[in-house]
């Protein structure tokens, strides 16, 4: 009993002394009375060593019948099954586009609109297949509910043909799809224009701008491009919505440099199939139109300097555009934009990414009247303000123009003069121009966006801009006896006409007056209008 015991022990270290580099099992003497035979030395792994000291283990505790060999062969009989087991070959990473057809038709068969276009731009076998005809005939139907039968002649017989049969969905590929979107589009251009058909007799803009874009889903973004191409695109707005204007501030943590931008383009954004109930998904499929694009290079130098506070210095940009920079860094702190809403939702809806939507041709009106007489019965809808308040917010009518009003390429409609104090009207507030940041806000003096509504004799808008202005102050004083103080001027300047604001500054009331203002419109625009020859 003992000799055996002293052989199972001894074959369990012989592995274990094995197993850390020392002689091979073999080697070892074997103890007395034990088989002399020697054996071919086992391959040395971790499991085998603790498959030594196991079979050891379960040896010393076996009868004292138990012969050497046999314990032998329960160790290399524990090693075997170890050891000799099938290797496990590596399984195939799967995914979502190794999946056959019908397996990927039957998911795509339960997603809704916006997401199987969302889908098809993966690759060109989901487009594929989430253009399928019968997955948008489903969608189709459950939406506009067509009819369920269709007549058709054949010998004088009357058949009805189901829209589940193969005679309506053997089109094209794509089909349904492009059923589908074209019908959603003209189903919300019709709400569209049910809204934008009432007109305001003030300003004649329509009264529902604001219900009308939200039914659109519009939003805006810029997209900052920079000299070696690459694009940085911003859509954090805060909107400002006014009576004639639309105020749009973007501000953001990683703007790009200034020194290394090229361009700035503003786009209108619309989701491609817009929501009756919920907002627009920004992950959704959308479309760009392109509004307007400015030129970054040397903005310091190119641009007109509106106003500064001690953070903050603003560049302007026609048409509309503010550029807030960091004093310090010379680095882009906010952009602003102001949008007139004339002509706005064509602007924002009917170009494409690349190109601006361009208005038909203008058809001269011809006037009855005696060209030499001028212009006559023009209003103006003049607003100013400046993001937190309204300053003014007035309409002027019966303007007029004589011949003698017209030199210089221009025509002059003078809407309040010096001797004329019943038309002079105070500004409510304190001027200034509102921005924020992140983390910052202010307020920049002197500074407001003015908005000018003219409307021609029948009613329509002539001439209709929105753009950031400042209040520079002039080295003359005040004439008048009503208004004695510091005179300030207000000039705009594009290519259809120019604006003309004097105010005075009274102290004693802390608020300014508007003293005169004066339009001057381009002859050419006039000519284009009217089909004259000033």
Not at 228 to 257: A, M, Q, R
Request: with cysteine.
């Amino acid at each position: 009993m003992a000799e055996a015991t002293m052989s199972a022990v001894g074959r369990g270290r012989a592995l274990w002394r094995y197993g850390r580099g020392a002689t091979p099992a073999a080697e070892v003497a074997a103890p007395p009375g034990a088989a002399a035979a020697a054996r071919p030395p086992l391959p040395f792994t971790p499991c085998a060593v603790g498959a030594g000291r196991a079979a050891g283990r379960r040896n010393r505790s076996r009868s004292s019948d138990a012969r050497p060999g046999e314990c032998f062969e329960t160790v290399n009989t524990g090693i075997k099954s170890l050891y000799l087991k099938p290797s496990l070959k590596p399984k195939r990473n799967l995914c979502i586009e190794s999946m056959p057809s019908e397996i990927l038709m039957k998911i795509f068969s339960y997603l809704d609109a916006a997401s199987l276009l969302s889908v098809g731009c993966v690759n060109k076998h989901f487009y594929d297949l989430a253009s399928d005809n019968g997955i948008w005939l489903k969608i189709y139907s459950s939406c506009f509910k067509p009819k369920r039968t269709i007549w058709k002649m054949e010998s004088e017989q009357t058949e009805t043909v189901s829209l589940g049969c193969a005679a309506l969905l053997d089109r094209e590929p794509g089909y349904w799809k492009k059923e589908y979107i074209s019908k959603q589009i003209a189903t919300v251009k019709t709400r569209v224009m049910q809204l934008v058909k009432p007109v305001d007799p003030y300003t004649g803009l329509p009264c529902k701008n604001k219900e009308a874009m939200k039914v659109y889903g519009l939003s805006w973004i810029i997209v900052l491009k920079d000299k070696n191409g690459k694009e940085h695109v911003v859509e954090k707005t805060n909107l400002s919505f006014k009576h004639t204007s639309l105020t749009i501030l973007w501000y953001s943590t990683d703007w790009p440099h200034l020194n290394i931008l090229s361009t700035l383009k503003l786009f209108g954004v619309m989701p491609l199939l817009p929501e009756k109930r919920r907002a627009p998904s920004k992950n959704g499929p959308r479309r760009r139109c392109l509004i307007a694009e400015y030129h970054l290079a040397n903005l310091t130098e190119s641009s007109v300097a509106v106003g500064a506070d001690r953070l903050v210095q603003l560049f302007s940009l026609n048409p509309g555009l503010v550029i807030g920079l960091w004093k310090e860094k010379n680095e882009i702190a906010f952009v602003m934009v102001s949008l007139h809403y004339h002509q706005l939702l064509e602007r924002s809806t009917l170009g494409s990414a690349s190109n601006q939507y361009v208005f038909p041709p203008k058809e001269p009106v011809l006037d009855d009247i005696d060209p030499e007489y001028g212009l006559y019965n023009y209003s103006l809808h003049l607003d100013m303000h400046g993001g937190s308040g309204t300053y003014l917010c007035g309409t002027f009518k019966s303007l007029f123009c004589r011949k003698g009003d017209i030199a210089n390429g221009y025509l002059r409609l003078t809407v309040v003069s010096l001797k004329d104090d019943m038309k002079h009207s105070p500004l409510i507030g304190t001027v200034g121009l509102s921005w924020e940041t992140d983390g910052l806000k202010g307020n920049i003096k002197d500074c407001y966006v003015m908005d000018v509504t003219l409307l021609e004799e029948t009613g329509k808008p002539f001439w209709c801009f929105s753009a950031p202005v400042n209040m520079k102050l002039s080295s003359r004083a005040s004439s008048l006896y009503d208004y004695m103080g510091h005179i300030y001027t207000t000039d705009y300047t594009d290519s259809e006409g120019k604006v003309c604001i004097e105010l005075v500054w009274v102290e004693e009331t802390e608020e300014y007056f508007v003293i005169s203002l004066v339009l001057y419109i381009s002859t050419e625009k006039v000519n284009n209008w009217f089909g004259t020859n000033y």
